[in-house]
C-alpha cells in the first residue's frame, strides 16, 4: 500500500473539442497509438506521487479508467475517474469534490497540455505554499497588436505578457473557498488562477515549458505527433549543438568574460554584461536540444536579463535543458582576442561554469596574429560546442 500523499492533481479531460475535430472528446482523440489523455497522465505519473482524479466527459468514463490504469501502473490506488460538468469550471469543482481528506495541496492540469514535462509538474507542486497559487508561463515572442476589425490600432508591449499553462497549483482550502465564491457569484472563469486571483488571493508564475502548449486544433496534433516521432527515433542519443557570440568592447565598469569578473579589463557592450563565452554556451545548449537561441529566451524583449551575469543565464538555460527532458553533456569554448590574458584564470573559470551547468566545460583562448577586429583590439569572438542527452 502506497503511502496516502498530501497533494492531487486534476486533470480535467471533459471538454468536446470542436476546433480539433477528431470524432470523440478532444482527450481520446490518438496522438500515435495512445490518445492525448494516455500520454497527459504517462507526464503526471512520471512526477512525483500525488492522488489523480481524472475528470471525463459523461458517457467517457471507461475509457477513461482504461487510460488512467494503463498509465498508473503500481500506482492504481491513488487514481480515480469522475463525471465532468457542462464547463470547465464544473469539471474542475467535481474533481474537488474528489479529493481524499489528506489533500492539502492541489494541482489543475489540462489534459490537452499532454506533452509537458513531468519537470513542470514537480516544479509547480514545488512552488505552492499555504497562501499562494502557482502558474507556469511562458514570454510571448509574436510581435503582438490591437486590432479594430481589420484595421490595426496599437503595438502591444509583449514585455508585459506571459501565456499561462497548466498544472496551476494552489492550497487546497483557499482553492475551494475561491469556487464557493465564483459559484454564488455565477462567475466562469476562464482558467483557475484567475478564479483564485478573483478570490483575492496572489498568484505567482514560474517558467513553463515549450512543450507544454495545449493540443486544440489539427495543426497542434500534428506538432504532437512530430515531437513524439522524433523522441521515438533517437530517444536516447546525445545531440550536440554550435553556438557563436560576438561582442566590441565599449562601456563602462570592469570586464565579464567567462563567468568571471575582470577588474581593470575594458567591458564589453551587450543587452547584459556582455560574457560572450557564457552567451555563445547558451546558444550551443540551446541549439544542441532544438529548443531556439538566447534571443528568443534572453533577448531584449525581456527587460528582465538587462545587465543580468552569466550565472543567471546559464542556471536558467540548464532548467530550460530539463523541462524539456535534456540533460547536458559537456561544452567547449574557445575565445578569440588580444585580451584579457585567460591562462591564469583558465581553471578558475572553468570550475565555476561547471557548477552553474552541472556539467564538465572547458574553455581555451587564442589570438588571431593581428588579423581582422579581434586581432585589432575591437572585441572578442567566441565559438561553444555541447551535447545534450535525453533523460
Known amino acids: ?55 471525463a466527459p459523461s458517457g467517457f468514463e471507461g475509457q477513461a479508467e482504461s487510460d488512467l490504469r494503463a498509465a498508473a501502473g503500481d500506482r492504481a490506488d491513488l487514481a480515480r475517474v469522475v463525471t465532468g460538468g457542462a464547463t470547465r ?13 489528506d489533500i492539502d495541496t492541489v494541482l489543475v492540469h489540462d489534459a490537452a497540455r499532454a506533452l509537458t514535462p513531468p ?11 499555504d497562501a499562494t497559487g502557482v502558474l507556469p508561463m511562458l514570454p510571448v515572442v509574436d510581435t503582438l497588436k490591437r486590432v479594430d ?24 482550502a483557499l482553492l475551494e473557498s475561491a469556487y464557493a465564491a465564483a ?52 530517444p ?29 579589463e575594458q567591458p564589453l557592450s551587450g543587452h547584459s554584461d ?18 531556439g537561441d538566447i534571443g528568443e529566451h ?22 530550460i535543458l530539463a523541462e524539456n527532458g535534456f540533460a547536458i553533456g559537456n561544452v567547449s569554448a574557445q575565445f578569440q582576442g588580444n585580451r584579457p590574458k585567460f591562462s591564469p584564470r583558465r581553471a578558475e573559470a572553468q570550475a565555476v561554469l561547471t557548477q552553474i551547468l552541472g556539467a564538465p566545460v572547458s574553455v581555451t583562448a587564442t589570438t588571431t596574429d593581428g588579423l581582422g577586429f579581434t586581432g585589432r583590439g575591437e572585441g572578442i569572438s567566441v565559438t561553444a560546442i555541447a551535447m545534450v542527452v535525453p533523460v
Open 1 to 55: 500500500m502506497l503511502p496516502v500523499p498530501h497533494t492531487a492533481i486534476i486533470v480535467v479531460a471533459a471538454g468536446s473539442g470542436t476546433r480539433l475535430a477528431g470524432g470523440a472528446p478532444k482527450a481520446f482523440v490518438g496522438i500515435d497509438a495512445r490518445s492525448i489523455l494516455r500520454h497527459a497522465l504517462d507526464g503526471v505519473f512520471a512526477a512525483a506521487p500525488m492522488q489523480v482524479v481524472v475528470v
Open 89 to 101: 469550471q464544473e469539471s474542475v469543482k467535481a474533481g474537488i469534490t474528489a479529493l481524499w481528506g
Open 119 to 129: 519537470a513542470v509538474i514537480d516544479a509547480v507542486f514545488d512552488a505552492v505554499d
Open 149 to 172: 476589425g481589420e484595421a490595426i490600432v496599437a503595438a502591444v508591449d509583449r514585455a508585459e505578457l506571459a501565456a499561462a499553462q497548466t498544472p496551476q497549483g494552489f492550497p487546497r
Open 183 to 234: 459559484g454564488e457569484a455565477g462567475v466562469e472563469y476562464t482558467d483557475d488562477a484567475a478564479l483564485f486571483a478573483a478570490a483575492g488571493h496572489p498568484v505567482q508564475r514560474i517558467p513553463g515549458s515549450e512543450r507544454g502548449f495545449k493540443i486544440t486544433t489539427q495543426s497542434d496534433l500534428e506538432r504532437a505527433r512530430h515531437l513524439l516521432a522524433a523522441s521515438a527515433a533517437a
Open 236 to 264: 536516447a542519443l546525445p545531440r550536440v549543438g554550435i553556438g557563436t557570440d560576438v561582442h566590441a568592447f565599449g562601456g563602462e565598469g570592469n570586464l565579464w568574460l567567462a563567468g568571471l569578473e575582470w577588474p581593470g
Open 274 to 291: 556582455g560574457d560572450a563565452v557564457a552567451h555563445a554556451i547558451v546558444d550551443a545548449l540551446l541549439g544542441a536540444a532544438g529548443l
Open 298 to 319: 534572453f533577448g531584449t524583449v525581456h527587460p528582465e536579463y538587462a545587465g543580468a551575469h552569466a550565472s543567471v543565464f546559464l542556471a536558467r538555460t540548464r532548467e
